[in-house]
């Protein structure tokens, strides 16, 4: 994986477009994923719990109803932090 700094502003533009319709595209997955019978959905996102850029990110996913399950540091393939966040799609 290689992580590539934005560096114009068309390359900010395309990411503020994506991150304008995650909210929409959650609630999509999370219809998929339960009509599939996923019971668990997890993500895996940059960064630990003192980085300030990954504030909104952590906000975003808390909102969703993901909770914070584990830090690990580093992360192997990213030899840095990442948090992993799981939200149970079924109640039981």
Known sequence: ???KPLETGAERQVCLEI???LPEWFNEAGVKAI?????????????GLSYQPYDETRR?????????VALIDPYPKWGKEALIYVKFLRKG
């Open 1 to 3: 994986m290689r992580i």
């Open 19 to 21: 991150a304008k319709a």
């Open 35 to 47: 009509e599939r019978g996923f019971e668990v959905l997890v993500v895996k996102t940059f960064g």
């Open 60 to 68: 975003f996913y808390e909102k969703k109803g993901f909770a914070r």
